[in-house]
């Protein structure tokens, strides 16, 4: 069991790795979805 | 004069019937040119509607009727002139919101991906998953544990190193929680939201979102360990051949033989590395919108290849509003984690209550010996052979 129990570390271990990797890169919805000013949007046929 | 009036008249009671028929082509007259219930069916069977009767009615205010007179605007644009003005893409606006999607604020063509999210492809999880379960319940009904025939000898073999142990449950494990908060976000609001409420659901929906979120990292790692580590092993030869046709002794009894892995073991592998990476392709998508486009693409060179119409059916969408990318990449997300979802069902139940000993191989590492005989003889005779010669060695 103690392979199960290493790949639960490492199953929590990447998760928050990873969460932290990508906040900190930019990637969190707000930064990549958003920006401080506001633009005015083209038109695009539907 | 009396002629001139007498032909006047007659001339009247040719033009009428023109004047009639030509008001009959005006099929919007009844609404006062709004959309017709022929409009509305038109749309809900999916068909084109002609919108050019509507699509220029945002507001113009030098087309708008005078203020000063009845039935004038107040100034400015009225509620369905500036909805008709996002619709159409010809309103002017101002967002924060940046991205492809920011300049389709309203979609038509997403309503038959939430009906269909919100309709068929809920019966389909529950078809498939209640479906798979009960089967496997009639399995155990009619076939019971699969015990081991022969006298157990007492001592074990080494079936699963530590490194592919770890590997195994790091991706079970994953895949139990992906599994379960893929459920929550896909079924949560036709479920959970009548029984616990809007704001006990919020609160799990979003913790739901952020573990599923990013346990997928665990799971894309533990999908590469387990190939790099079996995919060897797993690769079709003869032995397969006989082993399927036998239907590896689940049902006639018997053991077929087998190396390492069986061919229904194979399959499952398979399965897994093929479904587990569409699934995690199409994940990243959907962790990353708008980044990785897929199915326009793939849709626009299915359609050069004429496959549609092998089967009959029309060219698919193409080019795909941005939106709809995401659409499909969650229906393609959720059905084919669902497919695998009812695969790995059959997994747990063979590898725990369904077959005896088989549980050892993943919680210890090391099986009987009789176990290894009857399930995997070609592998067994291997690695007894090889034991046997270090032993003789020494």
Partial sequence: MKSFLLALVALVVISLGANQMLLRSGFSSADAGTSEGNVRIGSQDQ | ????????????????????????????????????????????????????????????????????????????????????????????????????????????????????????????????????????????????????????????????????????????????????????????????????????????????????????????????????VWVVHNLPDRTDLNWLAKGGGLLGGGHPPAKKFNAGQKLIFWAVIILGGSISASGLSLLFPFEFNMFGHTFSTLNSWGLPGWFGAADLPYPLQPQEEMQYAQLWHSIVSLILTAIIFAHIYLGSIGMEGAFDAMGKGDVEEQWAREHHSIWADDVLKTKQSDAERT
């Avoid at chain 2, 490194?163 to 896909?186: D, K, M, P, Y």
């Fill in chain 2, 1 to 228: 004069m009396l002629r001139f009036l007498a032909l006047l008249a007659f001339m009247w009671t040719l033009v009428l019937p023109v004047t009639a028929q030509e008001a009959a082509v005006d099929t919007r007259a009844s609404t006062g040119g709004a959309q017709t219930l022929e409009d509305i069916l038109r749309r809900q069977e999916g068909l084109k509607v002609d919108d050019s009767f509507r699509r220029g009615l945002t507001g113009d205010p030098d087309a708008a009727a005078p203020i000063t007179e009845q039935l004038g605007t107040l100034g400015g644009a009225s509620d369905p002139d500036l909805w008709r003005a996002l619709r159409f893409s010809s309103g002017d606006v101002e967002t924060q919101v940046r991205g492809p999607a920011a300049t389709t604020l309203i979609q038509n063509r997403g309503i038959w991906w939430l009906e269909f999210r919100e309709g068929a492809l809920l019966k389909l999880t529950a078809y498939l998953l209640g479906g798979t379960l009960l089967a496997l319940a009639l399995f155990y009904l009619i076939r019971g544990r699969i015990r081991i025939d022969g006298e157990k000898t007492g001592r074990t073999i080494t079936r699963f190193k530590a490194f592919e142990r770890f590997g195994h449950w790091l991706l079970a494990s994953s895949f139990i929680v992906l599994a379960l908060t893929g459920l929550i976000s896909l079924v949560g609001r036709k479920l959970l939201i009548p029984t616990f409420g809007h704001e006990a659901f919020s609160t799990v929906a979003t913790a739901s979102k952020w573990v599923h979120n990013n346990i997928s990292w665990a799971f894309i790692v533990a999908l590469v360990i387990i190939f790099v």
